[in-house]
Every structure is written in C-alpha cells, then in structure tokens.
C-alpha cells in the first residue's frame, strides 16, 4: 500500500469563512481557574487589580477571542449580585457545583475589567437552575442598559457608569445535565429559554443568545432535547451550545487519536437538527453551533472541593498526545466553519486548562501551543481540501486517515495555512503538497510539535519539553512540494509569495 498522504489545494474551493470566535476561552468559578489562577491579589506577581501579571502575559500570547463566564455548572447557582458591590460587603458562601467556599471577591466588574485589559469578547451565562427570566433581564439591565433605571445605577454606584455592551450571553448551562442545579426537561428548559431570550431581545434585537443543547452526545436524551430546543426557542435564539469532554480512559493511543470521529459526527448531527428545524418551522432565521466547552480532560477527576476555597480541581496535566487531540479537534472547527461559529477551549488557568499556576510560576501545557498556532494562523477562508492517506485501524474508531488535516486563506495577507497532523505512533508521514489553479511560490515557515514519547509533558520542572520548533520554509516548484511529518506530530504550513 502506497504509504504517501497527497492534499491537493485550490483556494477557490472554500467551505466558508472562519469565525473568529471559535477561538474563545472559558473562565468558570471553580477549582483554581479565578482564585489563584487569574486573580491573586496580594501576590506578588499580581498587578494593582489582583491580575496575575505571568498569567494576563500567557493568556495576552493565546489572544482569546472571547472568553465565556462564570459557569459551567457554578452558573447554576450563582446570584451575580454577591458578586458586585464593595467587596468588603461580598458574602463568603458554600457553592453547591464544586462544593467549595466562594467569596465573590471576582464577580461580574472583575470579569469586565479583565475582558478589558486582555482585549477580548465577554460571553455571560445567565443562572437558569436557582433563577429565571427575572434574574437574566436584571444582570442585562446591569451590564448594558444606559443609566436610569435600578441595575445600570446600581453599576454606576459601583463604578462603572458606562455600559458593558455585552453581546454574547448564555440561556443558562448543561440543563439536561441530571448533575445540574436545577436540572430540567427539555420542553420545560425550552420554554424559559424561549420566554427569557424574547425578553432579552426585546431590551436589543442585537444581542446574541446561546441555547442550552445537550452536555454531550453521550446523553440517553441526545439529539431529542437539541430538537426540542430548537423547536420551540428557534426565532429567538441565534446559536445552540454543544459540550464535549475527550479522554484516553483506556490507554489506547490510536482510538484517543481517532476521537476526531466523534467530534465530526456530533458536527454532523446537530448540522442536520439545524437543517430540519429550519425546514420544519418555514424559517428565514439561521442559528448556529457554538462549541462553548470543549477539550481533553480525564488525567484528573477531583470534582469535589471539600468546601475549600480555590481547591485543586480537574488540574489535568496535558502530554503531547492530548496536543495532537486538541489539534485534531481545532482542525473539525476549520473544516466544519460553516456552521461552527463559537467555541470556547475549558478552561483557560488551571482547570482543564493551557496554563497552570503555582504561587510563584506558572507552566505553559502542551495543549497551549496548538490553541496559540490555530488562533494566529487559523485566518480568512476554510478551503475545502481534497485529502487521500493512509490508514490504520483504531479499535474503537475503526478505519482512521493517519493524516488529519485543514487549511486556511487569508485574502487579504495572500497568506494560506496548512494544519497537519500524523497520526501514527511509529512512523514519520511523506506528504505531497500539490495546488490547483494558481499556486504560491514558497512556504515561508513550518512550526512544528512532536516528541519521541506521547506522554512526555510540561511539567515546573521541565517547561519546555513541548514545544513547536520553527523549521525552514521551501521553495514551491510548478505547485508541488513534499514534507515528512514526523510520527505523533503536529504541523503548520504557511505559504506566500
Ligand atoms: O468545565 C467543567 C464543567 O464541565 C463545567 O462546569 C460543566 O458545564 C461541564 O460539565
């Protein structure tokens, strides 16, 4: 069997434009990810504000697009106004999702202000377990309303006389989830969904708003509650919220790799539900798929925090196959951009997260470098590439391309990227580059991410041991050229000229 991948490239061929809010981050209450993670007054790495000065700097390189905050499951429970006001007057509580002490020292102004100094798109949950329509017209009245009025004067008061402007928000998280405060039924979920987001665009037609979907495709309750979600919030909503979790569970590195499967049909289905919807109600209005919580999480499963504050929870420590997966994984929202068009990695510091903190460091994982490669390159148009590879059988994911691969073009830098993955534990890939049409005369810089060892990490320790090499560019002669992935390695390709 002819052991040469071959992509053939045509900038003409696009499947659509890449949003660049798939490059987002989330920020929960939970663990160490706010305490201890991005806010730490009184260290001494911290800025006047209790920012983390190392971490805003790492957090700055990965240039998240927007972050979503402040739950997760915590959302469930939280009364953002704890959150707001003197903080002296802020009650210390027992949060129920975590089972942790919160002190609401970090509440909805901290986020803004951190969502300001980083540049990035706030995206607000709204408490659909503990509270209702009611709770989620308040918080919008607090962060955009013009002053006036009870909650934007209630901001003033607390020192903030402009208006947040938030456009993204959340109809609440996982409510199919039996783990959830406040758990519903999908037509019960579906109908305050419904009747906050009228009330929500009623304050602003512009706004844009989540719907719960499902909280993975694992779910007895999968696909049926994203219909009826769909069905009954359609006209109102803008985008359905899809959760997925990926683990090595069994130590099987071929079937971890060959995950990308899932993430394609979980695309797949909820495209067709779109679809179908949309037919069915006679609509004119589009809603689309935001991946609001997506990564590789399973080297650590502390969910409890023994009513501790900031406990250590879900502090995976990420190797270089969980870099592939997440390679992989950004790859599916290049290739399926048409109707992907947020995603949010969980988390951003320390739980489940890129970067990890101690009270005098922080670690760059290995899972920071292909986020940071996608969201600088990952530009422009998604080109519907033409992909033939050889193949190995994945036990739980059966016949498996050893290449994984997407590309983009940017028109206006004339600059294309080429995201490359090799699957293969054993052996390096040969792959033939080749453009249709007008082709670009040279690849200007390759980054590449690999290791001997699938299991080497970034550790205190050892914080380099993962990270993308620059390796020389090329020429391209009469549309051809021809690279070696090496074996578990993760490639970017750009091209000019
Ligand atoms: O990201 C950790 C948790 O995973 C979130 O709080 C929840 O939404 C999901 O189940």
Same mark, same amino acid.
């Given at each position: ?19 660049? $809010? ?33 971490? /805003? ?15 997760? &499951? ?17 009650? +210390? ?9 919160? *002190?609401?020292? %970090?509440?909805?102004?901290? %986020? ?15 408490? =659909?377990?503990? +509270?209702?329509?009611?709770? #989620?017209?308040?918080? %919008? ?16 008061? &607390? ?24 758990? /519903?039924?999908?037509?019960?979920? @579906? ?7 009228? $009330? ?60 990308? @499967? ?13 679809? =179908? ?19 590789? %999480? ?11 504050e900031a406990p250590r929870l879900v502090e995976d420590v990420y190797n ?14 290049? +290739? ?6 947020? @995603? ?97 005369? +040279? ?37 051809? #050229? ?7 390695? =993760?490639?970017?390709?750009? *091209?000019?000229?």
């Open positions: 069997m002819n052991n040469t991948a071959r992509v053939a490239i045509d900038v003409e061929r696009v499947i659509g434009d890449i949003s660049p $809010l798939l490059f987002g981050g989330f920020a929960e209450h939970m663990g160490r990810c706010i305490y201890g993670g991005i806010y730490e007054p009184g260290s001494p790495l911290a800025d006047e504000h209790g920012f983390r000065r190392d971490v /805003m700097a790492a957090l700055h390189e990965l240039n998240f697009t927007t972050i979503r905050y402040p739950g997760g &499951n915590f959302v469930s429970g939280y009364h953002w106004l704890d959150g707001v006001g003197p903080k002296e007057q802020r009650p +210390r509580l027992r949060e129920m999702a975590w089972q942790s002490i919160e *002190t609401n020292q %970090f509440g909805t102004d901290e %986020f803004m202000q951190f969502c300001q100094a980083l540049g990035t798109e706030p995206m607000l949950g709204m408490n =659909f377990g503990t +509270r209702g329509v009611e709770d #989620a017209c308040n918080l %919008f009245e607090y962060c955009n309303a013009p002053l006036g009025t009870r909650w934007a004067d209630l901001r003033a008061a &607390n020192g903030h006389p402009e208006p947040y402007n938030v456009k993204y928000w959340c109809l609440g998280n996982e409510m199919d989830g039996p783990w959830q405060i406040g758990h /519903m039924d999908a037509i019960d979920y @579906a109908k305050k969904a419904r009747e906050a987001a009228k $009330l929500l665009k009623w304050n602003d037609p512009q706004v844009q708003l989540v719907a719960c979907g499902s909280s993975n495709p694992q779910l007895a309750t999968y696909p049926e509650w994203d219909r009826t979600v769909l069905e009954t919030t359609w006209e109102y909503v803008d985008y359905i919220s899809m959760h997925y979790y990926a683990g090595n569970h069994a130590d099987d590195l071929g079937s971890f790799l060959a995950t990308t @499967a899932v993430f394609e049909n979980y695309v797949d289905t909820m495209a067709g539900l779109l679809r =179908f919807v949309k037919g069915k109600l006679r609509s004119s209005h589009d809603v689309y798929l935001s991946w609001d919580e997506w990564n590789v %999480f399973y080297h650590d499963q502390t969910l409890r925090g023994g009513w501790a270089l196959a969980d870099a592939l997966v997440v390679a992989t994984w950004l790859n599916t929202f290049v +290739r399926r951009c048409d109707v992907l068009k947020i @995603a949010c990695v969980a988390q951003i510091v320390n739980v489940i997260a890129p970067i990890l903190t101690s009270s005098d460091g922080m670690v760059k994982q290995s899972i920071f470098y292909p986020f940071q490669l996608f969201r600088r390159y990952a530009a422009g148009k998604s080109l519907d590439l033409a992909v033939t590879s050889p193949t190995y059988t994945a036990k739980t994911h059966g016949e498996t391309p050893l290449l994984d691969a997407a590309a983009s073009y940017d028109a206006a830098s004339g600059q294309q990227a080429l995201f490359l993955v090799n699957r293969s534990a054993t052996d390096a890939l040969p792959v033939e580059l080749a453009w249709r049409g007008s082709a670009p005369q +040279r690849i200007t810089a390759v980054y590449q991410l690999g290791g001997a060892d699938p299991k080497t990490a970034n550790t205190f320790a050892q914080p380099d041991a993962i990270t993308p090499q620059q390796l020389p560019g090329m020429a391209i002669n009469d549309g051809q #050229a021809g690279l070696q992935l090496p074996p578990l390695s =993760f490639t970017v390709v750009l *091209t000019g000229g």
